[in-house]
């Protein structure tokens, strides 16, 4: 009985399409397991992150063609230092080699570039294709494609409760002037204005958790997890996250939607 109910459900699942008038207007994206999608080729790590680079091209593009606002991607935290010397170092090459090929289609595709995380610790050649492709999507105001380099969600929090507290110290605010938006705009997504917070939060591979990304932003987001590998993951498996999306209902601690 059990897996016959499934198994209907699934069909009826892959036959649900996709409800153009209710894209997610911010998707945040945990992309993960490229060392997996290697490992099963009996490839080394480093050739599960190019390829997962080819996936971020893919995928932005398939969100920007949707209509999605702003895509969050979570492409190194401030744990990811921990991993071998060797990988690290070819993690921090992939936003040179991205931004020096896609750039002129971030531009034809209206796509501007932002950045969360503590870009000043990272290698100098990084910083400068990080600051190079900002600059030349700044003009470009279709949806905004957010990296997270160097980023950690209890540093970010860390960071503006400092702010916050030399406010207070300089007596520009007092201490109760402190409120959600007084956080909110102490926070790295403040550039985002209205879409600051993701609606739809997406982590591939399996993995059930939120490994400190976007910490007080995801609050009230919609999570979708899937078995995909981030190599693997593409527009339609995008597509399908986005439809699970439309099927919940949102209350936002309320009663109605
Ligand atoms: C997690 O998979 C992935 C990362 C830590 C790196 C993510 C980076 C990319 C997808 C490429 C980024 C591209 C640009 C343009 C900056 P994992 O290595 O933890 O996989 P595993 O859990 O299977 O080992």
Redesign the pocket.
């Known amino acids: 009985m059990f897996s016959r109910q499934k198994k209907a459900q699934s069909i009826s699942e892959e036959t649900k399409v996709i409800d153009r008038n209710n894209i997610p207007a911010h998707i945040a994206i945990?992309?993960?397991?490229?060392?997996?999608?290697?490992?099963k080729r009996h490839l080394p790590?480093i050739a599960?992150?190019?390829e997962?680079?080819q996936?971020?091209?893919k995928v932005t593009i398939a969100a920007s063609d949707l209509g999605v606002k702003v895509l969050s991607?979570?492409?190194?935290?401030t744990e990811?230092w921990k991993?071998p010397k060797d990988?690290v170092s070819y993690?921090m090459q992939?936003?040179i080699?991205?931004?020096n090929t896609?750039v002129p289609d971030l531009i034809k595709h209206n796509v501007r570039v932002t950045v969360m995380g503590n870009i000043d610790k990272l290698p100098k050649d990084t910083q400068k294709a990080v600051h190079d492709a900002i600059d030349q999507t700044q003009e470009c105001n279709g949806m905004v494609l957010n990296?997270a380099?160097n980023y950690g969600g209890r540093d970010e929090i860390v960071d503006a409760v400092k702010n916050i507290a030399t406010q207070v110290k300089s007596g520009e605010i007092s201490v109760e002037q402190i409120d959600e938006s007084l956080v909110s705009a102490n926070l790295m997504t403040n550039m985002l204005d209205e879409y600051e917070d993701p609606d739809l939060m997406i982590r591939t591979?399996g993995?059930e958790r939120i490994s400190n990304f976007m910490l007080w932003q995801l609050a009230y987001s919609e999570f979708v997890f899937t078995d995909v590998?981030?190599?693997d993951f593409d527009a339609k498996t995008l597509e399908d996250a986005i439809i699970e999306f439309q099927g919940r209902h949102r209350r936002f601690g309320g009663l109605t939607k």
Do not use: C
């Open positions: 945990i992309m993960d397991g490229n060392g997996r999608w290697a490992q790590r599960g992150h190019r997962g680079m996936t971020v091209k991607l979570y492409a190194f935290s990811n991993r990988e993690l992939l936003p080699r991205f931004f896609f990296f380099l591979s993995e590998h981030w190599p």
